[in-house]
């Protein structure tokens, strides 16, 4: 059998009630549930009750999935399953980070929370939103981005799928040229244009507050938003960084691939990541936990593999 990654999602596969199953079946979901809820008091009941509207806004996003993320984490290592390797899509390389030792399952916490408030203040200054583009090429997406003063590709998800960040003034008539050209585009779930220069400030402060954190060495290989590589260095250049500038999934997954993973199990809500996954390469196994069913599958499949 080939190698297991483990990759965890950003924001737009939050969903109310998430973890909740994974919560009231697993102890060690329920155990890491409830150290992180210790932190920021009121984090799960968001979870499990939270509107669809309070978990879109950034500084509730963040936590809430980072949150749900380690405790399905939590319960695969407690029915037996490791990743070789990790990645996470924008938040969820803070996630990866604590999988891979590099930081504490609370620092993390600490970490992302701060990153959701920080972008959450950026978003209210600089009013932005995010369209995945679909049925164009990269360079097309590229080309017409560049026909705008505020329209920046930022996330390249599979191949026929570029996401744009752009300014809510500039955001219609970007919409019409795509569709000129043969496109379509679907709004994000998203409170602001990430990935973007308009989260300029929100990366420098970041800087700033992961100074704060010792890291320790990588367990496993990490890989890294900005560079689509695993990280050979202080991850904390990069991981600031990374909230102004675009994610290179594409890459990262053609890496890890290439490295000898064959199985992919997305950590969290949502199969946003399988399915992007499945479009750049249909050769591989993926699967997602988010409850205790599909743990169960996932312990079935991978130890028969």
Same mark, same amino acid.
């Given at each position: 059998?080939?190698?297991?990654?483990?990759?965890?999602?950003?924001?737009?596969?939050? $969903?109310?009630?998430?973890?909740?199953?994974?919560?009231?079946?697993?102890?060690?979901?329920?155990?890491?549930?409830?150290?992180?809820?210790?932190?920021?008091?009121?984090? &799960?009941?968001?979870?499990?009750?939270?509107?669809?509207?309070?978990?879109?806004?950034?500084?509730?996003?963040?936590?809430?999935?980072?949150?749900?993320?380690?405790?399905?984490?939590?319960?695969?290592?407690?029915?037996?399953?490791?990743?070789?390797?990790?990645?996470?899509?924008?938040?969820?390389?803070?996630?990866?980070?604590?999988?891979?030792?590099?930081?504490?399952?609370?620092?993390?916490?600490?970490?992302?929370?701060?990153?959701?408030?920080?972008?959450?203040?950026?978003?209210?200054?600089?009013?932005?939103?995010?369209? $995945?583009? &679909?049925?164009?090429?990269?360079?097309?997406?590229?080309?017409?981005?560049?026909?705008?003063?505020?329209?920046?590709?930022?996330?390249?998800?599979?191949?026929?799928?570029?996401?744009?960040?752009?300014?809510?003034?500039?955001?219609?008539?970007?919409?019409?040229?795509?569709?000129?050209?043969?496109?379509?585009?679907?709004?994000?779930?998203?409170?602001?244009?990430?990935?973007?220069?308009?989260?300029?400030?929100?990366?420098?402060?970041?800087?700033?507050?992961?100074?704060?954190?010792?890291?320790?060495?990588?367990?496993?290989?990490?890989?890294?938003?900005?560079?689509?590589?695993?990280?050979?260095?202080?991850?904390?250049?990069?991981?600031?960084?990374?909230?102004?500038?675009?994610?290179?999934?594409?890459?990262?997954?053609?890496?890890?691939?290439?490295?000898?993973?064959?199985?992919?199990?997305?950590?969290?809500?949502?199969?946003?990541?399988?399915?992007?996954?499945?479009?750049?390469?249909?050769?591989?196994?993926?699967?997602?936990?988010?409850?205790?069913?599909?743990?169960?599958?996932?312990?079935?499949?991978?130890?028969?593999?």
């Amino acid at each position: 059998m080939g190698k297991i990654a483990f990759v965890f999602s950003g924001q737009g596969a939050q $969903a109310p009630g998430m973890g909740k199953d994974l919560y009231e079946s697993s102890p060690a979901a329920r155990a890491v549930s409830h150290t992180l809820d210790e932190i920021r008091k009121g984090t &799960l009941e968001m979870c499990f009750s939270g509107s669809a509207e309070d978990l879109q806004k950034t500084e509730n996003t963040q936590p809430c999935m980072y949150l749900t993320e380690c405790a399905a984490a939590a319960a695969l290592r407690e029915a037996g399953i490791t990743p070789d390797a990790v990645a996470g899509f924008s938040l969820g390389e803070i996630a990866a980070l604590s999988e891979a030792g590099i930081v504490s399952v609370e620092d993390g916490f600490r970490i992302v929370s701060e990153r959701g408030r920080l972008m959450q203040k950026e978003a209210e200054s600089h009013p932005a939103v995010m369209d $995945a583009v &679909l049925k164009l090429s990269d360079e097309e997406v590229e080309e017409t981005a560049s026909l705008f003063a505020e329209v920046y590709p930022v996330n390249y998800n599979s191949p026929g799928q570029v996401v744009v960040s752009a300014a809510e003034s500039s955001i219609a008539d970007f919409e019409a040229k795509v569709k000129e050209r043969g496109g379509r585009t679907m709004r994000l779930r998203v409170a602001g244009g990430f990935h973007s220069p308009f989260m300029h400030e929100a990366a420098e402060s970041f800087a700033k507050e992961l100074e704060k954190y010792p890291f320790k060495g990588q367990s496993i290989p990490i890989y890294s938003n900005v560079t689509g590589q695993a990280y050979e260095e202080d991850p904390k250049p990069l991981l600031s960084k990374q909230i102004e500038s675009p994610v290179r999934w594409v890459t990262i997954v053609r890496n890890m691939i290439a490295s000898g993973i064959d199985t992919f199990i997305e950590v969290g809500p949502g199969t946003t990541l399988t399915g992007l996954i499945k479009r750049i390469d249909s050769s591989v196994r993926t699967f997602n936990v988010s409850d205790a069913e599909s743990i169960r599958n996932i312990t079935m499949e991978v130890k028969n593999g």
